[in-house]
């Protein structure tokens, strides 16, 4: 139903969000606040979630202040999922929680970054947080990187690559691309969809994931022409907006290479 690339990962995001968290409500649209100034890196993230020393009710009562950027759909976003470092275990890794944050609480101002070309249609933003009150209930459960850092980047990739395609499948039907191109954008989302259902932590999804991807990437080459055939402004947008099919491929990449590590041979 998208008009644009940028609702299109709106959507993607938001269910991949649903997915992780499966108490999203699902008529809301949460954001994952993990990018910091040094980037996204567990090490990176220097937002601290200190003890008040204080209780309210049956709960602890922390103290969270921090900075946060490229923050997606920052502006729009009915609730903020914001990483954040309880300190080093032992070892020196960083402890790391996801706090759950409503917009407009006190403590939170969240600006529009302007200098992103990306998805215009859609805000960025970056986030600062001062002596920010955070109730033990606002803490999800578990190991914030394991649980929560670590996954998204398979689920995100899994879900946002089926939404942008859904809306390839849109364009498909609008300007009349044939049905072999029809029939290609559908058997690649219902190949994510498969793979979204099972383990994402599992090696052999990251390889399929990968075949998967792989075959994306020969699709949208396959498309190109048909791009070219329309008018400036939808290709142009095109263009600029398709970027994010491509954007953690360095990671993906990564992943997809780690995964083979525990193939039998």
Not at 31 to 52: D, M, N, V, Y
Not at 90 to 95: A, F
Not at 210 to 227: E, I, K, M
Not at 230 to 237: N, Y
């Amino acid at each position: 139903m998208a008009d644009c690339v940028a609702f299109a990962f709106a959507a993607g995001y938001g269910s991949a969000l649903q997915r992780l968290v499966p108490s999203i409500p699902a008529n809301s649209l949460a954001s994952f606040c993990i990018t910091e100034k040094g980037g996204a890196h567990p090490k990176a993230i220097r937002s601290r979630l200190e003890s008040s020393g204080g209780d309210e009710g049956s709960g602890r009562i922390y103290i969270l202040n921090g900075r946060k950027k490229y923050i997606s759909c920052a502006m729009e976003a009915d609730l903020f999922l914001v990483a954040a470092s309880k300190g080093l275990k032992p070892g020196g890794r960083n402890s790391i929680r996801i706090v759950k944050i409503r917009p407009g609480s006190p403590g939170l101002d969240v600006v529009r970054m302007k200098d992103i070309d990306l998805v215009p249609e859609i805000s960025h933003g970056e986030m600062i947080l001062t002596d920010l009150r955070v109730s033990e209930e606002d803490l999800l459960p578990g190991d914030g990187y394991a649980d929560y850092i670590k996954p998204f980047r398979t689920i995100e990739d899994l879900h946002v690559s089926a939404a942008i395609l859904a809306y390839l499948f849109n364009r498909a039907v609008r300007y009349g691309w044939g049905r072999d191109i029809k029939a290609g954008i559908l058997a690649c989302i219902e190949s994510l969809r498969n793979l979204a259902l099972q383990d994402v932590n599992a090696p052999a999804l990251h390889i399929l994931l990968g075949g998967v991807l792989g075959q994306v990437n020969q699709l949208l080459s396959r498309l190109q022409p048909l791009w070219d055939e329309l008018d400036d402004t939808v290709r142009s947008a095109w263009l600029r907006d398709k970027r994010l099919m491509t954007i953690a491929d360095k990671a993906r990449k990564m992943r997809f290479e780690k995964a083979w590590e525990y193939w039998p041979r």
